[in-house]
């Protein structure tokens, strides 16, 4: 949005200004000491927490609005209005009075300037924290203070994302794809996005609620955000940019109630599969999926048009066969698919925990069982025989014809009851490795010993009691160490802590393609 408030705003100088001490991201609100999304007022420099966490920078715009009792305002009182603030992590502008996200500046440029020297703010401190973590391990005698792992001294890379509001749906399966190696790797590889026309020419894009649909890019915001989440950071990264790309592409997640981690996904895979069809800065995204990932022809499946690494990473082929049980007449079909939802077989459902004793355990191979398995269709679902040429008894068996490179398995935890959808709180107990899926494939004698192994890369978690409410966590793997994400809490956990989740979605990386993904 072109906002008409910067000339009467935005009135400090870089050189000048008095910001606080350490890096821009870690700033402390001034009100209330809290250093979770920082904003710095264009005006006078004070530093106030955003509006998903005290709401101190709106409420330092609204106090300067108060007109001055028993005092004429001078004219350069009512100039300033302290209206316009830069989020110290991702240097967006936004406006109070315009209540929205700014693209242009000042005619003499000081919100980029302003954004450089708080980048370069972050660059120093980062570079003087990266030379004190050296220092601290070249330091033999202060080695016992840092993280212990398998033996050796290690520090903690990973970086989490702060919750906008429930929101936490979204940043589990941020954290939970950006552990997927092949897949994070192709979108933090692509070119970023800077060119814009007329006044902001030659700047990177910010973009805002009020652009049209033609002027956002979620390959972009999702480039960024993967971009930010292997960095080292110790503050948490705010996925505000790409909050906003969703809310303009995906109107179903548009506003701040709790959502479906598994219907997010779906969307958000289905609208990059949608936008790397399309061209990037000239150049083709086939043409850049076939230099950067290295994955051949008949490696990749098509869904909706051309293949992307999308579909060449988490796309398979499910044979569809049903059988009419009156004439016999046998119909196939062949459907592509990205994840596959699971069933919890209705006997397993009183086991709630790994230990507990009443009932059996149920297993994953239980609920790729129960989805592979003959089933008889039925008065519902009567199916439409050409031969006999009316609605007949049928039966249905669904058999995988192609593995993906990532197997995403969705265990079906909600389902509708008359009035509500319930959560089936079932323990599923499920492998960290040597996931063997030959026998549920069309043709296993075509598979090599070791083409059919998956190995876990992530899983995701709800913790709660219905899809509306709740809170979302994710486990992922790197590097050989499993940490617990959640939201702007990133730690370190073990094998036996990931086994014990109550799995919602479960990410398996096949194993050849693991270790073959570093040839790539």
Not at 388 to 399: E, G, N
């Amino acid at each position: 949005m072109e906002c008409p408030h910067l000339g009467s705003s935005v009135c400090i100088a870089p050189a000048s200004a008095r910001f606080p001490q350490g890096s821009p991201s870690s700033w402390c609100c001034s009100v209330c000491r809290s250093n979770k999304s920082p904003w710095v007022c264009l005006t006078c420099s004070s530093v106030h927490c955003g509006r998903y966490v005290n709401g101190h920078a709106k409420k330092h715009y609204e106090d300067a609005q108060i007109p001055l009792t028993n005092h004429k305002k001078t004219e350069k009182q009512e100039k300033v209005q302290h209206t316009v603030c830069m989020d110290c992590s991702s240097y967006s502008t936004y406006c109070y009075r315009c209540d929205d996200f700014v693209v242009n500046d000042t005619k003499l440029g000081l919100v980029q300037k302003v954004r450089e020297h708080l980048q370069n703010l972050e660059n120093s401190a980062f570079t003087a924290d990266r030379h004190r973590k050296r220092k601290l391990l070249e330091n033999s005698s202060l080695n016992s203070k840092l993280l212990k792992v398998n033996g050796s001294t290690t520090a903690l890379c990973a970086t989490g994302l702060r919750n906008l509001g429930n929101t936490c749906f979204m940043n589990a399966i941020l954290q939970s794809l950006s552990n997927i190696q092949q897949f994070c790797c192709y979108f933090k590889e692509l070119p970023a996005v800077e060119l814009r026309n007329g006044k902001t020419a030659g700047r990177r894009t910010y973009h805002t609620r009020s652009q049209g649909d033609n002027n956002v890019s979620l390959v972009e915001e999702f480039r960024k955000t993967l971009c930010a989440l292997w960095q080292g950071s110790q503050t948490a990264f705010s996925p505000e940019s790409l909050f906003y790309v969703v809310w303009k592409i995906m109107p179903n997640f548009r506003g701040y109630q709790q959502q479906d981690a598994h219907e997010f996904m779906r969307y958000l895979l289905d609208h990059l599969h949608l936008e790397l069809q399309g061209g990037f800065n000239g150049v083709s995204r086939s043409v850049i999926l076939q230099e950067n990932s290295g994955l051949s022809g008949s490696n990749k499946c098509c869904i909706n048009g051309a293949s992307t690494v999308v579909t060449a990473i988490f796309g398979g082929i499910l044979q569809n066969e049903v059988n009419c049980l009156i004439c016999g007449t046998e119909s196939r079909k062949f459907d592509p698919f990205l994840d596959l939802s699971l069933d919890i077989p209705s006997q397993f459902r009183n086991k709630r925990t790994k230990n507990q004793e009443n009932g059996p355990m149920c297993t994953l191979r239980d609920c790729l069982r129960s989805f592979t398995d003959l089933e008889e269709l039925d008065e519902t679902e009567l199916y439409m025989c050409h031969k006999c040429k009316k609605k007949q008894k049928s039966t249905k068996k669904f058999w995988i014809q192609k593995l993906p490179k990532v197997l995403c398995l969705h265990l079906k935890r909600f389902h509708w009851t008359e009035y509500l959808r319930n959560k089936v709180d079932t323990y599923v107990e499920f492998p960290l490795r040597d996931l063997d899926m030959k026998c549920y494939l069309l043709e296993p004698e075509n598979s090599g010993p070791e083409s059919c192994l998956y190995d876990l890369a992530a899983v995701v978690v709800h913790h709660g009691s219905g899809v509306g409410s709740g809170h979302y966590t994710a486990y992922a793997t790197h590097e050989g160490r499993w940490f617990h994400f959640n939201d702007s809490t990133v730690t370190l956990t073990d094998e036996e802590t990931v086994v014990k989740a109550k799995a919602y979605i479960l990410f398996y990386v096949d194993r050849q393609a693991k270790y073959g993904s570093d040839k790539l």
